[in-house]
């Protein structure tokens, strides 16, 4: 078995800047603790990690050995990944807190956002159609009782090419500035079960629909709640599911305000669990393009962890 308290990150951790800790625990009071859970828990197949460097020079091919001679210990590199993730400290400063070479960080960093992105992608998020249900809070249950999933799109900065083509291609007029684009599922109860993959900018929110997925998930009889951007309907239709948009339409047994309130919660619930992903510090600044290969692969390990995070303590 690993042993925690001998490797350079248990040290590292105690000599570091409280504020920088507590922006890696994202409201986690005990970080050693819970750290060292996530560790344990990756740790069997971890150590047969092949660095990315390498599997691209072996291009296909797999390989049955690991690579060889690490600077720094596997649960150091995990640390590393997670301090230019949550945390949001550049490379050089990583590079500075454990005495090595920015390539060693960069390096490390690519090659745990692709195994934790293999790892948790492996991992089932959608729920089905008992689970929504048993889930469901009260309000949806009345207004929307077959609703299935709330999307929404959301984008992210990234530093801006020099190539003019693509600069088109990923620039956001509604952002007004050049961004990745994600499409994301959250379940009445909260919790994330969605996460497409990142697109360009100047994608459409119907573009982005169309070619993520989600449509592949959804069942006859569902409903799917979107903001009025959201021009979709033929798509659902096709699939045999109903697209909502608020606000809804109100039957006489139900106040306005009841409405109006159910409304606000579904729109409030979506942008609380997309701030919770981008609580993680590598969003606070713009994303540089040598990220470009592996931001992808971030996201969505930022977005599939927000569910372990607790509840959204929303009004029901």
């Known amino acids: 078995m690993y042993v ?26 005990h970080l050693p603790e819970v750290f060292q859970v996530f560790w344990e828990s990756v740790c069997p197949s971890a150590s047969n990690l092949v660095y990315w460097t390498k599997a691209q020079r072996m291009g296909q091919e797999g390989s049955p050995s690991p690579s060889p001679a690490r600077k720094v210990q596997l649960i150091d590199e995990l640390f590393m990944y997670s301090c230019r993730v949550a945390a949001g400290l550049r490379e050089q400063v990583i590079a500075d807190i454990f005495g090595v070479s920015v390539a060693t960080v960069s390096r490390a960093i690519i090659t745990w956002a692709n195994y934790l992105f293999f790892v948790l992608g492996s991992v089932p998020i959608w729920m089905s159609r008992q689970q929504i249900c048993f889930s469901m809070p009260e309000k949806y249950s009345l207004f929307c009782p077959n609703l299935r999933v709330i999307l929404d799109c959301t984008e992210i900065r990234c530093e801006s090419p020099t190539s003019l ?6 620039f956001s007029s509604y952002k007004s ?14 919790a994330m079960t969605f996460i497409s993959q990142l697109y360009t900018g100047s994608i459409s929110d119907k ?21 009025k951007g959201f021009t979709i309907e033929d ?26 309130k159910t409304q606000a919660i579904a729109r409030i619930l979506v942008e609380r669990v997309i701030r919770r992903v981008k609580e993680n510090h590598i969003f606070d600044s713009v994303v540089p393009l040598t990220l470009s290969g592996s931001i992808n692969q971030i996201w969505h390990n930022c977005c ?13």
């Open 4 to 29: 925690f308290r001998s490797s350079r990150w248990s040290q590292k951790m105690h000599r570091m800047n409280p504020v920088i800790l507590r922006n890696m625990t994202t409201r986690h009071a």
């Open 235 to 260: 798509m659902l239709s096709s699939v045999g599911a109903r697209l909502i948009i608020p606000p809804f339409k109100r039957a006489k047994q139900f106040s306005k305000q009841d409405c109006d």
């Open 177 to 190: 500035t050049t961004t990745f684009k994600g499409l994301v599922g959250v379940a009445p109860c909260g």
């Open 304 to 316: 599939f962890m927000i569910n372990y995070q607790g509840p959204m303590f929303l009004e029901q």
């Open 207 to 227: 573009e982005i629909t169309k070619k993520s997925g989600i449509l592949d998930l959804l069942e006859p009889g569902d409903e799917v709640m979107a903001d």
């Open 165 to 170: 083509t693509l600069h088109s291609e990923i």
